[in-house]
């Protein structure tokens, strides 16, 4: 790639959603490094040589599982000066043989790209994907496998922010994390939008240090 900023969307669409096997392969090898790694929720490759071997079976597999797939890029950031890429995806993936009704998966992909010079023109940088990254919330992963359980996943999602909620309760008032008047008796309270919190205290800083080395010992 000559400009991520303009070409990452049309190479995520190559890489995953190719019309044919010889395609993908094709823009694997072009657009990753011999030595990028992957990570998923599912699987990962470690960076060493020829790994993008491995990145290419994954996603030849991806397709064997899934004939029908679409992937839709919402937004894309770049950071040049990092080069790193963060993509905000939304995926349809339907198992072969499943009876289910596929639904859509929302995911980040991460991608960290390695500049290099052109081999063609030196004067040229061309950027290779390093690192390949893919983040799923719970729900959306469960979408890809077994669509119908969705809703009992967010279901759980929720009962463990009630559950937070309970422990913040009970711990705080037996004093664990409990919000007090601090520092010369200045209450911590909500203040309406526009107006600016209570200044930290000189002392405070020092004093959650101090409380996060005793923590430490203790341990």
């Known amino acids: 790639m000559e400009d991520p900023a303009k070409e990452l969307q049309t190479v995520v669409s190559l890489v995953t959603t190719a019309i044919n096997p010889e395609i993908q392969k094709a823009s694997v090898l072009k657009y990753y490094a011999p030595d990028a790694s992957f990570r998923h929720p599912l699987c990962a490759v470690a960076a060493a040589p020829d790994s993008r071997a491995s990145i290419l ?5 991806y397709r064997v599982l899934s ?30 043989w499943s009876p289910l009704h596929p639904a859509p998966a929302r995911l980040l992909v ?5 500049p290099s010079p052109d081999p063609t023109d030196p004067s040229k940088v061309v950027y ?11 729900d959306d992963l ?15 999602l929720h009962a463990a922010t009630f559950v937070c909620k309970i422990n913040a309760r009970a711990f705080g008032a037996l004093g664990y994390w409990a919000v007090s008047d601090g ?18 205290g000189e002392d405070e800083g020092v004093e959650l240090q101090e409380r996060t080395g005793g923590d430490k010992k203790r341990d």
């Open 142 to 156: 469960v979408s890809l496998i077994i669509p119908p359980i969705v809703p009992l996943v967010r279901a759980a």
């Open 57 to 61: 079976a994954i996603l030849q597999w």
């Open 110 to 114: 991460h991608l960290t790209l390695s």
């Open 67 to 96: 004939p029908v797939l679409s992937v839709h890029v919402s937004a894309l950031t770049y950071d040049a000066e990092k080069h790193a890429a963060f993509l905000d995806v939304t995926q349809t993936f339907h198992i072969r």
């Open 128 to 138: 290779h994907i390093a690192a390949h990254e893919d983040f799923y919330h719970p």
């Open 183 to 200: 520092e010369g008796g200045r209450g911590v309270r909500l203040q309406p939008r526009g107006e600016p919190l209570p200044p930290i």
